[in-house]
């Protein structure tokens, strides 16, 4: 064998490992990974409809609250609301839920709002005229001057569950809506679809730049790895949004809006510094630690919305929406380190996993949509779902009992300071 041979040999050898030590986890193991996590999370409904999300025996004790959080998750990630495990789950909460409960009160506002998603239920009057009021002051506020000082109102994870909620009212108001309530046309105003289509991108840009700029002043007036982490997961809804708005006439029109009127918030240098931030603060094994979070103002840093996986899954999934490719090896390493953990079924029955697992299933689906553009498909992948018609009217009822409920509640709180 001669000396040249060798050398190609050894080129073509060491060409190989390297390859095989960069290349990504297949896509259909990711897929797989995210029917192991629906999977397992079905299989907690008891007969009645409750999703049982417990440990150490004490199923029976939550299943109301376990039952709403998981119905919110799924309907956050899209799942179909006449399966016959969305719809006994909804049966559960019809049947058990009562006005004076108070341990679903508090953010009752997004709960309701996610599960109300676009199905375009009717309220009741006094539930509609709520749910209206609710909207119209959290969109107004929203429209404030950005917030710039150092006060505890502007402490980032307040921020974050801020924002975050806007953008839902965003997401599940229709264009009529938002366009008279940020515009402050009176109720009932007679507009026709051609105007709010007009008014509704530069509307929604203004918005947008406004909720962008109060997370940049965040994360300028407290420059560290756990602000960098939660304004980045707060831009990143911001731009999911922007992305997936609505219909491609509105989406261009925001985009160019704010690459014209905006200074261009999507590659902003803090945003781009926080990117920096976030990826350096990685360890070995492609996690996040939870302990970067954790400081006096954060009490609650280490409940199950911080587990580490949550963590992990939260930073892909910012990355990736704010423009950093699949192909990134700190993206790759997270997703890699999420698969080997959803994927591991002693890490499986975790309570606190249970409990949070849309961020999980929002990051590997997100990738999937970067890696290969294509949509994770909850109807195909879990071929054995049983579907079943949704009783719209006890949906309906729940939902006014909800409204109502988050009102009286956002009365004590906010009116009364309770």
Sequence with gaps: MSKWFKFFLIGVMLCFSISIFASSIPYQQIVGTVNGVYTYVLSKQATNGAFLLGRN?????????????????????????????FANGINFLDENYKLSNENLSYSSLDFILIL??????????????????????????????P?????SSNHPAEMLSRISLILNVVKYSNKKE?????NGMQTGAQVNQADIDDMLPGTLANLYKNLSQTVLNVYDNERNARSA???LYAQAQINDILLNGYGEKVRSGEMKYLKSNAGNLLGNSSIKKAI???????????SWDVSALDNSQNSNAKDSQFENIELTAMNVYSLLK????????????GIEYLVNKLSNPAFMGNVKLLQGFFMPIKALESYLIAKWG??????KELSDLKYAKLDETAFSDLLSKMYILSMKDYISQVVFGK
């Design 322 to 333: 704010c423009g950093v490719p699949a192909t990134n090896s700190t993206v790759e390493k």
């Design 374 to 379: 294509k949509h994770y498909d909850v109807k």
């Design 147 to 151: 917030k710039t000082s150092k006060s």
């Design 178 to 182: 938002l366009v008279g309530t940020l």
């Design 229 to 231: 982490m939660i304004a």
């Design 57 to 85: 025996g004490k199923d029976k004790q939550i299943p109301l609250f376990s039952t709403f959080i998981t119905l919110y998750q799924l309907r956050q990630l899209r799942f179909p609301t006449n399966t016959s495990a």
């Design 116 to 145: 109300q998603g676009k199905t375009k239920l009717n309220l009741s009057n006094c539930a509609q005229f709520l749910k209206n009021e609710l909207v119209k002051d959290y969109l107004l506020s929203a429209m404030l001057l």
């Design 276 to 286: 920096e931030e976030v990826e350096n603060s990685q360890k070995n094994d492609g």
